[in-house]
């Protein structure tokens, strides 16, 4: 069992749900990720998703945006990105995702990419705008190299289009709590809970939600309904906002435990 699928049974077996905190790759620096990392297993993340710098992120709003384009700027590359892991893995076993849209790692070879990533300690790969219907080859690639495959459910998925999204997923599915980009929201949209229902209909896997997560109140909303809460858009703003504090990572954990509410 992969370290993905092995977090949520633990956090089963102990009457849990993740915290699942995003960051950029590279923002503000690789040596500050890499640092932040740490200090977000230290507050406790059950998982990090590592989001890859891409010039055109579609589906994200203008703070991911932003540290998008600082990682660029800096000369972000994605084999760098993946040594920065390497050494992450060196000192922490929470599990890794990484999360991408497609053009990057196309770009990087996708077999090449899955056999590094999963060398480097990668656990799973979600990737933003790849559709269910092209699905089938990639997912072979990531399951040959062993990492998981999380896809991205919405809203206005179709239920047989839910159907498709769990028969190839693993490790968990990842609800998005709304239409449109990233951001952080005043509050948890009403489409969460049905969502979360009509993808445990057609699958036993665990089921995250993430989009517009910004409070400690959105944390403890999500994790009522679901197996655990991601949050992005609200961490990077942090990241953005002390990017040039040299206590950087320490005020990303305050921030972590606050969101966590204490837990």
Known sequence: MN?????FAQLKRQNRKAFI?????GDPS????????????????????????????????????????????RGFTLRSGLKTVAKLREHTEVPFLLFSYYNPL??????QLAQDA???GIDGVLITDLSVEEAAAPVSV?????????????????????????????????????????GAQKSISDEVGPLVGRIRRHSGLPVAVGFGISEPSHVAAVWELA???VVGSALVRCIEENRANPHLAQKVGEFTRWLRGGV
């Open 3 to 7: 370290r993905i699928p092995e977090k």
């Open 21 to 25: 905190p995003y960051i950029t790759l």
């Open 30 to 73: 690789l040596e500050a990720s890499f640092e932040i990392v740490l200090e977000l297993c230290r507050a406790g993340a059950d998982i990090v998703e590592l989001g890859i710098p891409f010039s055109d992120p579609l589906a994200d709003g203008p703070v991911i945006q932003r540290a998008t384009e600082r990682a660029l700027q």
């Open 106 to 111: 196309f770009a990087y070879g996708f077999e």
């Open 118 to 120: 999963k060398a480097s």
């Open 142 to 182: 990531l399951q040959h190299a062993a990492l998981d495959s999380v896809f991205l459910a919405a809203p206005t998925s179709t239920d047989d289009r839910i159907e498709k999204i769990a028969r190839y997923s693993s490790g968990f599915i990842y609800a998005v709590s709304r239409t449109g980009v990233t």
């Open 227 to 229: 197996d655990g809460a």
